[in-house]
């Protein structure tokens, strides 16, 4: 069967038999088949769904409906291989055009693209604006434009890529082909940031829940760390989980000292080679290495649905970013662990590291926002998910999650808490469980 024919015999398959017949699921997670249903017709779509919530299909399913060919940005490496790789073992032609191709690998892809035969291309931003890889593009019957990751367009949002700027401009050689934008942290600010900066039409937007109810969130004090891992490991025998780390040089520290105690163990970071790291990850997934000791760039797209639990041994710099991370563990929806180390060490290294070799004031200004309300979350002596809750916009919360750390080990009268006075971002005031009004 030729290519053409194969793919107009998938336009006339439903979203439902293609769910099944490739992925082998009965039923849509919720919003999945609302957001298909936006892009089949023809819309600009945004989907803001919390990590586990199958991202990934709302624009797979779709893409293989329309035939032709759907090309997908994203931010990382990792990220588009681990995609292109799960397509490809599915049965769907499925590309990553990035720099680690060699000279030969290149040139397929571009054969591919060129005679139609690829219906999943994934690209980086850089590399979507590039004149001569966007002449090929054009050559070629692209039907679905899905930008993942979308939250780093926005400068607002927690990582911010200015190649994604410029991604309105790749729109215009597509004129008429939908557009779906996703992404897992999006505050409404950011939300509508996505849209203006993409130009999108009369956009669809479909925003999930952000309530991960099988994750508890612990904070706890950075003393004796080396200690405290060993604990959480030892409620975790044998189970699989990520330590992030802020340093290159801490992953590997930490991950000898793990070694030694007789934990398989592995460091991941971009100071090891692409190769490495693709075998890192593989032996991750495969269950043959227990735990990653990883700077932040680990863990984005991949699918590995038993991650048990989640440490943060130093803090991230954004609520965007913990919630994001932290959304790697539980995605088969057992019970599963987050656990956050802070230290006043810590909180003074990181208001440094925001301040040094910026020379943008409201930048600067921004990131320090955005790292105090991290600092507030940690401090909050009220409940910890209804936080989350309230940053990301979605109401108030439950007055009580009875799982998070404050909720499970209450150490102050019931409905005090630190005054809300203090927590603010660019956005504004966040409300959280039983807010103390502005005085």
């Known amino acids: 069967m030729t290519t053409s024919k194969r793919q107009a015999k998938k336009r006339h398959e439903t979203p439902l038999n293609l769910l099944r017949k490739y992925w082998g699921y009965a039923t849509f ?8 249903n936006a892009v089949l017709a023809g819309q600009d779509t945004l989907a803001i769904l919390a990590t586990g919530s199958g991202k990934s299909i709302c624009y797979q399913v779709p893409g293989l409906c329309l035939g032709g060919l759907t090309v997908v940005i994203s931010p990382l490496i990792a990220l588009m291989k681990d995609q292109a790789d799960d397509l490809n073992a599915r049965g769907i032609l499925a590309a990553a055009c990035t720099g680690t191709l060699d000279y030969r690998e290149r040139a397929k892809v571009i054969t591919d693209i060129k005679e139609g035969r690829l219906q999943f291309l994934f690209i980086s931003p850089e590399k979507a604006t590039q004149a001569g890889f966007l002449e090929i593009l054009t050559t070629a019957p692209v039907h679905l434009i899905a930008i993942d990751e979308a939250h780093c ?3 607002w ?7 994604y700027r410029k991604l309105a401009r790749f729109r215009d050689y597509f004129p008429g082909v939908p557009v779906i934008a996703l992404t897992a942290t999006a505050i409404p600010e950011v939300r509508k940031d996505i849209c203006r900066q993409l130009g999108l039409v009369h956009v669809q937007e479909f925003v999930g829940s952000f309530n991960r109810e099988n994750l508890t969130y612990k904070v706890t004090e950075k003393k004796n760390p080396l200690i405290l891992i060993t604990d959480i490991l030892s409620r975790h025998k044998n189970e699989p989980g990520i330590i992030y780390c802020m340093s290159r040089k801490t992953t590997v520290e930490l991950t000898g000292e793990l070694r030694k105690k007789g934990f ?15 075998g890192i990850q593989d032996a991750f997934l495969n269950n043959t290495v227990q735990i ?34 932290t959304g790697r563990a539980g995605r088969d929806g057992k019970p599963a662990e987050c656990i956050l180390f802070h230290s006043k060490t810590d909180v003074e290294k990181i208001r440094n590291l925001l301040s040094y070799g910026c020379k943008n004031s409201q930048t600067v200004k921004m990131a320090r926002d955005k790292f105090r309300d991290l600092c507030h979350f940690c401090e909050i002596t009220s409940c910890k998910r209804s936080f989350l809750l309230a940053y990301f916009g979605e109401g108030q919360g439950p007055d009580g999650c009875a799982i998070c750390e404050t909720c499970m080990h209450p150490n102050i009268p019931a409905g005090k808490v630190i005054s809300h006075k203090k927590v603010r971002s660019y956005r504004g005031r966040i409300a959280c469980a039983n807010p103390v009004p502005a005085s």
Not at 29 to 36: G, W
Not at 157 to 163: A, I, L, S
Not at 264 to 278: D, E, H, L, M, Q
């Open 153 to 155: 367009i926005s400068e």
């Open 29 to 36: 997670l919720p919003l999945q088949e609302s957001i298909i």
């Open 292 to 325: 990653i000791c990883a700077t932040v760039a680990f863990g984005m797209g991949i699918d590995k649905p038993d991650v048990r639990f989640v440490v943060h041994y130093d803090l991230p710099k954004t609520i965007e970013s913990y919630y994001q991370e």
């Open 264 to 278: 398989t163990a592995r460091a991941y970071n971009a100071g090891i080679s692409a190769p490495v790291r693709a």
């Open 157 to 163: 949002g927690h990582y911010f890529r200015p190649e």
